[in-house]
């Protein structure tokens, strides 16, 4: 129960892990992304607006869901409604003006309604009116496009998800868990920025561009159009320009940001590692050093965000300034009136928010692009092993086993299994073992399909597995590794998770054939106690009775133990054998060992030594051979009986012997 209690407070750790990986970066910042090595294929290019577009849009425009599709158009006329709305307010500002610089008001105004050229709190009315409109009409727009969006963020969010689950073991093997969350957070973000700032403002200003263009050759001249198109083009080419220059600090900050996320969770699920070896001071250090350069790169990011915000300030500047003079003179020469010049200052006012934002638009877009790039790029990256098309599932009869002159490497130049042939007999135990390194764990990871063989096959009940569906392998297997990892949820979600419609009552009496049905209800919340992160809240021993309990569930045909035992003391030991000397009967068994004390009683014992098989036969007669078998199992012998030694000399004198061992 103490243990139970010292587990509780360790399970609050995962609190601070997800603090560390989401203070690491301003929520105003969106990261420039770093494209994930060693995967070609269908690469996007990298940061383009529109082929990252054209990957989003059936998620935005989805062909099963035609209210969403409606959702879509609907926005549209708002937007365009709620644009045109936006114009006319410089023009209630300039009748304003012209009725109180004249009581008659403008000749036009006068001709067109002249019960308005005289009432300057009307105009002002109908000022405040359109500005209300118009605002309305933008936040309803953006409510009506919300769940088309959001949706895709889901949707996308989700199919990257179980992407990650099809990819290979070799995948997770090669990366780190804290770089893909980031590579996850990242996309997801991005994919809202990117339907956020490109579909609901930046087709917005495009629209705006379009009738400001309109109303400067109908209202005044093209001389005023010249400079707006002057302006507007040196300015986007010095923002693009100054954001290239930007995407070399935004990269570095990003790779500084990802390294200092995978360094805190890294130490983090090493926690206890840290405290063996007294390194928190190391960890902090090397923490720090992730942080400071992450702080360095952020400076530089703050600065040259200042550079490009004061250049496009200026370029706009002029261009306002050159506009107004033009104005000012056609005012002296009769042509205009105060209210135009009102009119032309408001209307490249109401133009300058949403032309500065094209700025930040084009830098976060860019941005944004390059972060779901990244999600993209997990999304085109091939499973390493794949059903082939029309594969059947696979039906176990009997559930015999054989490998056929398997050959195996992880990498060329490293040959793991080299030309393996034998055959577990439906109903049977065979037990693989051998010294370190001769290839026992990689048995079970191609009987899995976590990786194919070079040459050779594997079949069930003469089934190559290499032809079916992993599916349906993988539930006709059942495997109780040596190190087991529980989701950080109930037990009884961790036991349900062997088969999940499972009863309570079918949970309970696994639990019970496990040996671990006493142990759960003497807990304050017996079954619905949580067992933290990664089951830390329990003992190895109970983690592998949950293990177990899990497996009994399932009821595959064919059962692997992956060494099961071997983390364990030899009297947790003992007892974990017994419960899995009753799971195993009357099912086809693989036993990984790398104690033979656990597998004396296999129908046979075959002995891999680099990758071939050395020996083979039932424990007495390879005892008989006095080979390596013979030679591993004496030195584990001598190894127990100078345990034992050392455990009754210490129960006979006390704890003031001390007695050197080495194996």
Same mark, same amino acid.
């Given at each position: 129960? #103490?243990?139970? &209690?010292?587990?509780?407070?360790?399970?609050?750790?995962?609190?601070?892990?997800?603090?560390?990986?989401?203070?690491?970066?301003?929520?105003?910042?969106?990261?420039?992304?770093?494209?994930? !090595?060693?995967?070609?294929?269908?690469?996007?290019?990298?940061?383009?607006?529109? +082929?990252?577009?054209?990957?989003?849009?059936?998620?935005?425009?989805?062909?099963?869901?035609?209210? $969403?599709?409606?959702?879509?158009?609907?926005?549209?006329?708002?937007?365009? @409604?709620?644009?045109?709305?936006?114009?006319?307010?410089?023009?209630?500002? %300039?009748?304003?003006?012209?009725?109180?610089?004249?009581?008659?008001?403008?000749?036009?105004?006068? *001709?067109?309604? !002249?019960?308005?050229?005289? *009432?300057?709190?009307?105009?002002?009315?109908?000022?405040?009116?359109?500005?209300?409109?118009?605002?309305?009409?933008?936040?309803?727009?953006? *409510?009506?496009?919300?769940?088309?969006?959001?949706?895709?963020?889901?949707?996308?969010?989700? #199919?990257?998800?179980?992407?990650?689950?099809?990819?290979?073991?070799?995948?997770?093997?090669?990366?780190?868990?804290?770089?893909?969350?980031?590579?996850?957070?990242?996309?997801?973000?991005?994919?809202?920025?990117?339907?956020?700032?490109?579909?609901? /403002?930046?087709?917005?200003?495009?629209?705006?561009?379009?009738?400001?263009?309109?109303?400067?050759?109908?209202?005044?001249?093209?001389?005023?159009?010249?400079?707006?198109?002057?302006?507007?083009?040196?300015?986007?080419?010095?923002?693009? &320009?100054?954001?290239?220059?930007?995407?070399?600090?935004?990269?570095?900050?990003?790779?500084?940001?990802?390294?200092?996320?995978? =360094?805190?969770?890294?130490?983090?699920?090493?926690?206890?590692?840290?405290?063996?070896?007294?390194?928190?001071?190391?960890?902090?250090?090397?923490?720090?050093? +992730?942080?400071?350069?992450?702080?360095?790169?952020?400076? &530089?990011?703050?600065?040259? @965000?200042?550079?490009?915000?004061?250049?496009?300030?200026?370029?706009?500047?002029?261009?306002?300034?050159?506009?107004?003079?033009?104005?000012?003179?056609?005012?002296?020469?009769?042509?205009?009136?105060?209210?135009?010049?009102?009119?032309?200052?408001?209307?490249?006012?109401?133009?300058?928010?949403?032309?500065?934002?094209?700025?930040?638009?084009?830098?976060?877009?860019?941005?944004?692009?390059?972060?779901?790039?990244?999600?993209?790029?997990?999304?085109?990256?091939?499973?390493?092993?794949?059903? =082939?098309?029309?594969?059947?599932?696979?039906?176990?009869?009997?559930?015999?086993?054989?490998?056929?002159?398997?050959?195996?490497?992880?990498?060329?130049?490293?040959?793991?299994?080299?030309?393996?042939?034998? #055959?577990?007999?439906?109903?049977?135990?065979?037990?693989?073992?051998?010294?370190?390194?001769?290839? =026992?764990?990689?048995?079970?990871?191609?009987?899995?399909?976590?990786?194919?063989? /070079?040459?050779?096959?594997?079949?069930?009940?003469?089934?190559?597995?290499?032809?079916?569906?992993?599916? +349906?392998?993988?539930?006709?297997?059942?495997?109780?590794?040596?190190?087991?990892?529980?989701?950080?949820?109930?037990?009884?979600?961790?036991?349900?998770?062997?088969?999940?419609?499972?009863?309570?009552?079918?949970?309970?009496?696994?639990?019970? @054939?496990?040996?671990?049905?006493?142990?759960?209800?003497?807990?304050?919340?017996?079954?619905?106690?949580?067992?933290?992160?990664?089951? $830390?809240?329990?003992?190895?021993?109970?983690?592998?009775?949950?293990?177990?309990?899990?497996?009994?569930? &399932?009821?595959?045909?064919?059962?692997?133990?992956?060494?099961?035992?071997?983390?364990?003391?030899?009297?947790?030991?003992?007892?974990?054998?017994?419960?899995?000397?009753?799971?195993?009967?009357?099912?086809?068994?693989?036993?990984?060992?790398?104690?033979?004390?656990?597998?004396?009683?296999?129908?046979?014992?075959?002995?891999?030594? %680099?990758?071939?098989?050395?020996?083979?036969? !039932?424990?007495?007669? @390879?005892?008989?051979?006095?080979?390596?078998?013979?030679?591993?199992?004496?030195?584990?012998?001598?190894?127990?009986?100078?345990?034992?030694?050392?455990?009754?000399?210490?129960?006979?004198?006390? !704890?003031?012997?001390?007695?050197?061992?080495?194996?």
């Amino acid at each position: 129960m #103490e243990r139970l &209690k010292t587990g509780m407070r360790a399970a609050r750790r995962p609190d601070l892990t997800l603090f560390l990986m989401r203070r690491a970066v301003s929520a105003r910042i969106v990261a420039m992304s770093v494209a994930l !090595p060693g995967n070609d294929q269908r690469r996007p290019a990298a940061g383009g607006f529109l +082929s990252t577009f054209r990957g989003l849009w059936p998620y935005l425009w989805p062909a099963d869901r035609r209210d $969403l599709q409606t959702r879509v158009l609907l926005a549209f006329a708002l937007l365009v @409604l709620g644009r045109v709305m936006l114009m006319g307010i410089p023009y209630a500002l %300039k009748w304003v003006t012209d009725a109180l610089a004249s009581a008659g008001g403008s000749a036009g105004l006068a *001709a067109l309604w !002249p019960w308005l050229a005289a *009432a300057p709190l009307a105009l002002t009315l109908i000022y405040g009116l359109a500005r209300i409109a118009s605002a309305a009409l933008i936040q309803l727009r953006d *409510a009506v496009f919300a769940p088309v969006f959001m949706h895709a963020v889901r949707r996308l969010a989700l #199919e990257t998800f179980a992407h990650l689950h099809r990819l290979s073991l070799r995948f997770h093997l090669e990366r780190k868990t804290g770089g893909l969350t980031r590579v996850l957070e990242r996309g997801r973000n991005g994919i809202e920025e990117m339907v956020r700032l490109g579909l609901n /403002q930046l087709v917005p200003v495009i629209v705006e561009m379009a009738l400001l263009i309109a109303i400067l050759l109908w209202q005044f001249e093209w001389r005023y159009v010249v400079i707006l198109v002057a302006m507007v083009a040196v300015y986007m080419l010095f923002t693009v &320009k100054a954001t290239e220059w930007r995407i070399a600090i935004r990269r570095s900050m990003n790779e500084s940001d990802s390294e200092a996320n995978t =360094k805190a969770i890294d130490s983090l699920l090493n926690f206890e590692t840290v405290k063996y070896f007294s390194a928190e001071r190391r960890e902090t250090e090397r923490y720090d050093k +992730s942080v400071e350069r992450y702080e360095r790169n952020s400076v &530089k990011a703050y600065q040259s @965000l200042a550079f490009l915000n004061f250049g496009q300030a200026i370029i706009f500047s002029i261009g306002l300034m050159l506009s107004m003079a033009l104005c000012v003179q056609a005012i002296r020469a009769g042509r205009n009136t105060v209210g135009d010049f009102i009119l032309i200052n408001a209307l490249l006012l109401q133009l300058y928010q949403p032309l500065n934002f094209m700025g930040t638009l084009y830098r976060e877009i860019k941005q944004a692009a390059v972060d779901i790039e990244e999600m993209f790029e997990l999304l085109h990256r091939n499973p390493e092993i794949e059903d =082939k098309p029309g594969a059947p599932d696979l039906h176990v009869a009997a559930g015999a086993l054989r490998f056929e002159d398997v050959r195996f490497a992880y990498t060329p130049e490293r040959p793991i299994l080299k030309g393996v042939s034998f #055959e577990v007999p439906a109903g049977r135990t065979v037990a693989i073992v051998g010294p370190s390194g001769a290839g =026992k764990s990689t048995v079970s990871r191609l009987l899995f399909r976590f990786y194919e063989p /070079q040459a050779g096959r594997i079949t069930i009940d003469g089934q190559d597995i290499a032809n079916v569906t992993q599916l +349906s392998l993988r539930s006709a297997i059942g495997m109780v590794p040596q190190d087991t990892v529980l989701f950080n949820d109930t037990i009884r979600y961790n036991i349900r998770y062997g088969r999940w419609d499972a009863t309570d009552a079918e949970v309970e009496e696994a639990a019970r @054939l496990a040996q671990i049905d006493s142990f759960i209800r003497g807990l304050p919340e017996g079954y619905d106690t949580s067992v933290g992160e990664r089951g $830390l809240k329990l003992s190895g021993g109970e983690k592998q009775r949950v293990a177990i309990a899990r497996t009994i569930l &399932k009821g595959p045909p064919i059962l692997v133990l992956d060494e099961a035992t071997s983390a364990l003391d030899s009297f947790t030991e003992r007892e974990i054998q017994a419960a899995l000397d009753r799971v195993s009967q009357g099912r086809t068994t693989v036993v990984i060992a790398h104690r033979l004390s656990t597998v004396v009683n296999a129908h046979e014992i075959i002995v891999l030594d %680099k990758g071939v098989i050395v020996e083979r036969g !039932p424990h007495q007669r @390879l005892l008989a051979q006095d080979g390596v078998y013979a030679a591993l199992w004496n030195r584990q012998r001598q190894v127990a009986e100078a345990e034992e030694t050392i455990k009754r000399a210490k129960d006979e004198e006390g !704890p003031s012997v001390r007695v050197s061992l080495t194996a």
